[in-house]
């Protein structure tokens, strides 16, 4: 069973446009000032008055009309809480004109019962729509997104070079199809068509896919110095330089250089994406950076991936799946959120829905061999060996060689042969032990431990002991929700709450009763607030 995701890479996002348009992404990189959409509060209380008076559709609509002004957010957001409790009508046109107010109204009608996207109502609403406007980019945008992940790469491939047409030096599009030839496995193409475009000297998201994809296609980057320079001189507002900044941290930490990267990091993260924060999530422990920073939260609550990553560290299997969903809504032509849910639904033991995923993301992905190692691992829980060894045979990556391995071991206990399985499981142990992953070493016999007992194999007690030692020393998620079934105890584990670094902090003058931020990194343990000493400026914590 393959229990980590692959590798995070920081490459463009493919998102619906929709979502698309409510980010930086589609900002000019010029510092033009604006100021933040203020309506007429009076108004909006005569609105909500009315509304309570005659709750219909329609002085519902008026109060959320009012959304834009990002003060009554949390008052509209309590109204529409409440109309949804009072059974009240919430329409699908409200929905739409409140999604980003509240997470509850991300396209929630998008799931089949099964849990599946629905793709065919979303493909036929942009097929008319272009039939009306054929030179409408992002419903073609869109339609790619679509018909890629239903597998029809070749007709996703006609529509993006079509948008390509149309916006030739649009970012969007640009980086729409660098993410298409990525998802291809066609890393160097990717990486050509950002970087024979002559807007990537100068667009800063166009020099961070090329940084991104330099990495991917195993090529060095023409940018990563340039992009260095432009963060240092910071002429831009910083989030137009998050995702640069956020590609050149990989870089640094690529080449050890760990505090580099950790001011990078910090400089990504002063108006982090949905992108950035995902990454940042998956790093900071790596990096011993605390993420508690408000900036940093608002941005974790636009990003499905980081609150999915943040969920699943806390052992919270619910929020995880929902999360996941919502990703999976977001990019459905993505192993990665599938990859994901095949894993939770094979660790809640419902092999067969499991089973349903893998086939979902393999008509997306038919060469994700990710998919192949937890295909194998569902048929083999399922009593399915001989369908189970097949799917291990579609496995060519050295790299996996240590959970087919296991998943060996898993056919081995369903035949019966306890001693052949014990052998296969601990050469998978060693095999993550000299990889330096005890975690997964430690989660290997966890999972012996479950099907041996399962199995009613001869040693499962001594197995089980071993599990339950080896799980407290390398604690997971995933180990967690396996042993809360075998020994509810086993997963009484208090986190190990390391000290870490802050990216800013602040300083407390008594006399003139003021905060004041100092940004930067700050030493292990650091606390957020420090006082001024008074006989010179503050010591850095």
């Given at each position: 069973?393959?229990?980590?995701?692959?590798?995070?890479?920081?490459?463009?996002?493919?998102?619906?446009?929709?979502?698309?348009?409510?980010?930086?992404?589609?900002?000019?990189?010029?510092?033009?000032?604006?100021?933040?959409?203020?309506f007429?509060?009076?108004?909006?209380?005569?609105?909500?008055?009315?509304?309570?008076?005659?709750?219909?559709?329609?002085?519902?609509?008026?109060?959320?009309?009012?959304?834009?002004?990002?003060?009554?957010?949390?008052?509209?957001?309590?109204?529409?809480?409440?109309?949804?409790?009072?059974?009240?009508?919430?329409?699908?046109?409200?929905?739409?004109?409140?999604?980003?107010?509240?997470?509850?109204?991300?396209?929630?009608d998008?799931?089949?019962?099964?849990?599946?996207?629905?793709?065919?109502?979303?493909?036929?609403?942009?097929?008319?729509?272009?039939?009306?406007a054929?030179?409408?980019?992002?419903?073609?945008?869109?339609?790619?997104?679509?018909?890629?992940?239903?597998?029809?790469?070749?007709?996703?491939?006609?529509?993006?070079?079509?948008?390509?047409?149309?916006?030739?030096?649009?970012?969007?599009?640009?980086?729409?199809?660098?993410?298409?030839?990525?998802?291809?496995?066609?890393?160097?193409?990717?990486?050509?068509?950002?970087?024979?475009?002559?807007?990537?000297?100068k667009?800063?998201?166009?020099?961070?896919s090329?940084?991104?994809?330099?990495?991917?296609?195993?090529?060095?980057?023409?940018?990563?110095?340039?992009?260095?320079?432009?963060?240092?001189?910071?002429?831009?507002h910083?989030?137009?330089?998050?995702?640069?900044?956020?590609?050149?941290?990989?870089?640094?930490?690529?080449?050890?250089?760990?505090?580099?990267?950790?001011?990078?990091?910090?400089?990504?993260?002063?108006?982090?994406?949905?992108?950035?924060?995902?990454q940042?999530?998956?790093?900071?422990?790596?990096?011993?950076?605390?993420?508690?920073?408000?900036?940093?939260?608002?941005?974790?609550?636009?990003?499905?991936?980081?609150?999915?990553?943040?969920a699943?560290?806390?052992?919270?299997a619910?929020?995880?799946?929902?999360?996941?969903?919502?990703?999976h809504?977001?990019?459905?032509?993505?192993?990665?959120?599938?990859?994901?849910?095949?894993?939770?639904?094979?660790?809640?033991?419902?092999?067969?829905?499991?089973?349903?995923?893998?086939?979902?993301?393999?008509?997306?992905?038919?060469?994700?061999?990710?998919?192949?190692?937890?295909?194998?691992f569902?048929?083999?829980?399922?009593?399915?060996?001989?369908?189970?060894?097949?799917?291990?045979?579609?496995?060519?990556?050295?790299?996996?060689?240590?959970y087919?391995?296991?998943?060996?071991?898993?056919?081995?206990?369903?035949?019966g042969?306890?001693?052949?399985?014990?052998?296969?499981?601990?050469?998978?142990?060693?095999?993550?032990?000299k990889?330096?992953?005890?975690?997964?070493?430690?989660?290997?016999?966890?999972?012996?431990?479950?099907?041996?007992?399962?199995?009613?194999?001869?040693?499962?007690?001594?197995?089980?002991?071993?599990?339950?030692?080896?799980?407290?020393?390398?604690?997971?998620?995933?180990?967690?929700?396996?042993?809360?079934?075998?020994?509810?105890?086993?997963?009484?584990?208090?986190?190990?709450?390391?000290?870490?670094?802050?990216?800013?902090?602040?300083v407390?003058?008594?006399?003139?009763?003021?905060?004041?931020?100092?940004?930067?990194?700050?030493?292990?343990g650091?606390?957020?607030?420090?006082?001024?000493?008074?006989k010179?400026?503050?010591?850095?914590?």
């Amino acid at each position: 069973m393959k229990s980590s995701l692959p590798k995070r890479r920081l490459i463009p996002r493919w998102r619906p446009t929709s979502l698309t348009l409510d980010t930086s992404e589609v900002a000019s990189t010029l510092n033009l000032q604006s100021k933040p959409l203020r309506f007429d509060h009076e108004l909006f209380e005569q609105s909500v008055a009315a509304w309570r008076a005659n709750p219909t559709a329609g002085h519902l609509g008026d109060v959320i009309s009012f959304a834009a002004d990002t003060e009554l957010h949390p008052r509209i957001a309590t109204l529409v809480r409440e109309a949804q409790a009072k059974g009240l009508v919430v329409s699908p046109v409200h929905r739409e004109l409140f999604r980003g107010v509240s997470e509850e109204f991300d396209r929630p009608d998008d799931f089949t019962t099964e849990g599946q996207l629905d793709f065919q109502s979303r493909v036929a609403q942009l097929r008319r729509e272009l039939l009306i406007a054929p030179e409408n980019l992002l419903a073609l945008l869109d339609l790619a997104q679509l018909q890629l992940a239903a597998g029809k790469v070749e007709a996703a491939e006609r529509l993006l070079i079509t948008a390509m047409g149309l916006a030739p030096n649009g970012r969007i599009v640009l980086r729409t199809a660098a993410r298409f030839y990525v998802h291809r496995g066609e890393f160097d193409r990717a990486h050509r068509i950002i970087t024979r475009h002559p807007g990537t000297r100068k667009d800063p998201w166009l020099m961070a896919s090329e940084i991104a994809l330099a990495d991917a296609a195993g090529s060095p980057s023409t940018m990563a110095t340039p992009a260095a320079r432009l963060i240092k001189e910071a002429h831009l507002h910083p989030r137009h330089l998050a995702e640069m900044a956020g590609a050149l941290v990989n870089t640094e930490l690529a080449a050890g250089r760990l505090k580099e990267a950790r001011q990078l990091l910090r400089k990504a993260l002063l108006n982090p994406t949905d992108n950035i924060v995902a990454q940042a999530v998956t790093d900071a422990s790596k990096m011993g950076i605390d993420l508690d920073e408000p900036t940093v939260t608002m941005a974790v609550k636009r990003s499905s991936e980081a609150q999915l990553l943040q969920a699943w560290s806390g052992h919270d299997a619910v929020a995880s799946e929902a999360h996941a969903m919502r990703w999976h809504s977001e990019e459905p032509f993505s192993s990665r959120p599938i990859q994901f849910l095949t894993m939770l639904y094979s660790l809640q033991a419902e092999y067969g829905k499991a089973v349903q995923w893998v086939r979902r993301g393999l008509i997306a992905d038919p060469s994700d061999e990710g998919l192949f190692v937890n295909l194998a691992f569902a048929k083999a829980a399922l009593g399915e060996t001989d369908q189970a060894e097949l799917a291990v045979r579609r496995v060519k990556d050295a790299s996996l060689a240590p959970y087919l391995k296991a998943t060996e071991g898993l056919i081995a206990l369903k035949r019966g042969d306890f001693a052949k399985a014990e052998t296969l499981y601990r050469e998978a142990e060693q095999s993550f032990d000299k990889l330096g992953r005890p975690d997964l070493a430690a989660l290997t016999v966890v999972y012996h431990a479950k099907f041996s007992v399962e199995s009613e194999a001869p040693d499962r007690a001594r197995i089980l002991a071993e599990a339950q030692a080896k799980f407290a020393k390398a604690p997971t998620a995933e180990g967690a929700l396996l042993m809360s079934s075998l020994l509810p105890s086993a997963i009484e584990t208090p986190p190990v709450d390391e000290p870490k670094r802050r990216l800013k902090q602040w300083v407390f003058d008594s006399a003139t009763n003021t905060l004041t931020e100092r940004p930067g990194i700050t030493a292990k343990g650091a606390p957020a607030i420090v006082v001024a000493d008074r006989k010179g400026p503050a010591p850095r914590s």
